[in-house]
């Protein structure tokens, strides 16, 4: 009898063991490859949400210029960073003093970084992972280079009768826009279930090719006699969603959706915002303030998991 309580409390402790239980049942929807696939959409975001505006009403026969830079800076997971300069420029020619055309293109340049955090690790469509997976893991050294460039054109309605004091503007475009992450990669190590103890490196590198139409509205008024104000609102999205790639190695396996080893996900979100700029007229200097407010309250309504999202853009208009 002392022998048979004695197995059965030993049978009890293994049981309950951190390594011994079976991989969770009931794991968070919100895992690293979520916030993996939130990172960069937030960069994404940032950009969309700063593209560059005419900064007067259209002149017949007139171009007018801008050169704007920003700077990005997000976090996912509250251990994973995203952050680094933008730059984008714009020219718009004016076919008459209702109708115009705009050229634009846009490059961005950042860096994957970050500290240590612990998530759900599940391998993200993968098929013959040999860990018991979901269960937790302890990441560690984020990195990775984000680049996101592109190019498009759009055509320009003035809505405002010439002479009004109040210009509005709508826009209509289309972007080639191409977003790459190169060596987007995290280090694990599993912290539960039977393959505690387990590790390796998380791979989410992968490029994505969109077009991308906007349609966006604006108006120009004046504020006082030295500078301007223009309300904005953008609206539009990638197309079509981009594959999202997972390679996970660890001991004794190297898994990719790339070579066929699962399916990939699925990266781009359609995005809407709205900003605030103030121009100096004599030097054509802008700070854009609407956005800054905008984008953190849009990242964390649509991209959960992103709990930091900062934005900064100044640009210079010239005709």
């Not at 690293?32 to 969309?48: K, M, N, V, W």
């Not at 955090?117 to 860990?131: N, S, T």
Request: negative net charge; without cysteine; proline residues 6%.
């Amino acid at each position: 009898m002392r022998y048979q309580a004695a197995s059965l409390l030993l049978l009890l402790t293994f049981a309950l063991s951190p390594a011994a239980r079976a991989a969770l049942s009931d794991a968070p929807h919100e895992d690293i490859h979520f916030l993996a696939e939130h990172l960069p959409e937030s960069g994404q975001d940032a950009r969309f949400l700063s593209l560059p505006w005419l900064g007067s009403p259209l002149t017949a026969g007139e171009w007018q210029q801008t050169v704007q830079i920003g700077y990005n800076d997000s976090s996912a997971g509250g251990f994973m960073t995203l952050s680094g300069p933008m730059a984008a420029l714009s020219a718009g020619y004016g076919v008459s003093d209702r109708w115009g055309i705009e050229g634009l293109a846009f490059y961005d340049s950042m860096q994957v970084g970050g500290d240590r955090g612990r998530e759900v690790l599940r391998g993200a469509g993968l098929r013959g992972v040999p860990l018991d997976l979901p269960e937790f893991a302890d990441f560690s050294n984020p990195r990775g280079d984000y680049l996101h460039w592109g190019a498009g054109a759009a055509l320009v309605r003035e809505l405002s009768p010439a002479g009004a004091a109040r210009h509005w503007s709508l826009t209509a475009g289309v972007l080639y826009d191409h977003l790459e992450m190169k060596d987007f990669q995290l280090d694990y190590r599993v912290t539960g279930g039977t393959s505690a103890g387990a590790s390796g490196v998380l791979d989410h590198s992968g490029e994505a090719d969109f077009l991308t139409p906007f349609l966006g509205l604006q108006q120009i008024r004046p504020l006082g006699t030295r500078f301007s104000l223009s309300p904005r609102a953008i609206a539009g999205a990638p197309l079509p969603p981009g594959d999202f790639d997972t390679r996970l190695t660890g001991p004794g396996f190297d898994l990719s959706t790339t070579r066929g080893d699962g399916h990939p996900g699925q990266i781009g979100d359609a995005f809407l915002g709205f900003g605030l700029g103030i121009q100096h007229l004599r030097s054509g200097l802008e700070v854009e303030l609407g956005s800054m407010v905008w984008y953190p309250l849009f990242e964390r309504a649509t991209h959960q998991g992103v709990d930091r999202s900062y934005l900064v853009q100044l640009a210079w208009h010239h005709r």
